[in-house]
């Protein structure tokens, strides 16, 4: 049983920054892999950024690198995400992901291959 709350989300103009965090309760997320992603209206779920289970490997869609960083705590337990330099392009509900049973170090891009998600987060970017 894992539950995983996004915060950090809102309503920001364009070239600003926000730290988006996934805490989770119930369950410690050092064995999993957690990834981000984010569905804006009219779109499908895209993946925004992956971290592998320790932390040391992460991965970033083309879309947001260079912009955003993925990273983790050191006990493991939330997980965060630095955007920076936000573009309206950016704005959508974000969403973290767990993949409990992982391979070690690996990272996964895939929605489907997670089997935990948050509720969701709204940013915004106004232009």
């Known amino acids: 049983q894992v539950q995983l709350v996004e915060s950090g989300g809102g309503l920001v103009q364009l070239g600003d920054s926000l730290r988006l965090s996934c805490a989770a309760s119930g369950r410690t997320l050092s064995s999993s892999a957690m990834g981000w992603f984010r569905q804006a209206p009219g779109k499908e779920r895209e993946f925004v950024a992956a971290?592998?289970?320790?932390?040391?490997?992460?991965y970033h869609a083309d879309s947001v690198k260079g912009r955003f960083t993925c990273s983790r705590t050191n006990a493991k337990n939330t997980i965060y995400l630095q955007m920076n330099t936000l573009e309206p392009e950016d704005t959508a509900v974000y969403y973290c992901?767990?993949?409990?049973?992982?391979?070690?170090?690996?990272?996964?891009?895939?929605?489907?291959?997670?089997?935990?998600w948050g509720q969701g987060t709204q940013v915004t970017v106004s232009s």
């Open positions: 971290i592998s289970k320790s932390g040391v490997f992460t």
């Open positions: 992901a767990a993949r409990t049973t992982v391979r070690s170090e690996t990272y996964y891009t895939s929605a489907v291959e997670y089997d935990y």
